[in-house]
T-cell receptor, first 114, second 110 residues
Framework: GAGVSQSPSNKVTEKGKDVELRCDPI?????LYWYRQSLGQGLEFLIY????????KSGLPSDRFSAERTGGSVSTLTIQRTQQEDSAVYLC????????????FGQGTRLTVV | GIQVEQSPPDLILQEGANSTLRCNFS?????LQWFHQNPWGQLINLFY???GTKQNGRLSATTVATERYSLLYISSSQTTDSGVYFC????????????FGAGTRLFVKA
């Protein structure tokens, strides 16, 4: 696609429910990143995918968070048993290579846990 | 861990004024980007600048990799420049992830 696409744009869920957030990277981009931004805060790294390599999961805050990337393209971030502190904007980015390349961000998914 | 520090944290300008935003990083850099986050939360790419100087209209950026800092210059500021400016570092250490600074929050008054 022309840019990084994320869906949904907004998601309101009840505490304890599971949610899935989707990211469709720029066509041909092999590197994909998920970040989280709490209100008024900076960007917190969550997970990184590069091609068929094992993902870098070092930023996932708990085992309730997981992510997949199918076919080296679309990625899904899943949050199980959501908590109020999970409320944030979840941002996805992609780049054409893992290093020395420019990353482009989607518009984000605003998650609100009530 | 790798530190990416931005200054100042907050900045208020009168429309038309110039400003310099700074990004210091603690490790050698392969990838340095500047982003503008607009009031709707969208991250807009400003510069990809691991070294050297680039200019785009009223904005320019310089990265001095050997001294581990980057500067973003905004000239003749406009109200539409308001928002948060982030620098993002990528290097050979710390894995492949890009590490963001905490940002500089800019407000330009009319």
């Amino acid at each position: 696609g022309a840019g990084v696409s994320q869906s949904p744009s907004n998601k309101v869920t009840e505490k304890g429910k599971d949610v899935e957030l989707r990211c469709d990277p720029i066509s041909g981009h092999t590197a994909l990143y998920w970040y989280r931004q709490s209100l008024g805060q900076g960007l917190e790294f969550l997970i990184y995918f590069q091609g068929n390599s094992a993902p870098d999961k070092s930023g996932l805050p708990s085992d309730r968070f997981s992510a997949e990337r199918t076919g080296g393209s679309v990625s899904t971030l899943t949050i199980q048993r959501t908590q109020q502190e999970d409320s944030a904007v979840y941002l996805c980015a992609s780049s054409s290579r893992p290093r020395n390349t420019e990353a482009f961000f989607g518009q984000g998914t605003r998650l609100t846990v009530v | 861990g790798i530190q990416v520090e931005q200054s100042p944290p907050d900045l208020i300008l009168q429309e038309g004024a110039n400003s310099t935003l700074r990004c210091n990083f603690s490790d050698s850099v392969n990838n340095l980007q500047w982003f503008h986050q607009n009031p709707w939360g969208q991250l807009i790419n400003l510069f990809y600048i691991p070294s050297g100087t680039k200019q785009n209209g009223r904005l320019s950026a310089t990265t001095v990799a050997t001294e581990r800092y980057s500067l973003l210059y905004i000239s003749s500021s406009q109200t539409t420049d308001s928002g948060v400016y982030f620098c993002a570092w990528g290097g050979n250490t710390g894995g492949f992830k890009t590490i963001f600074g905490a940002g500089t929050r800019l407000f330009v008054k009319a």
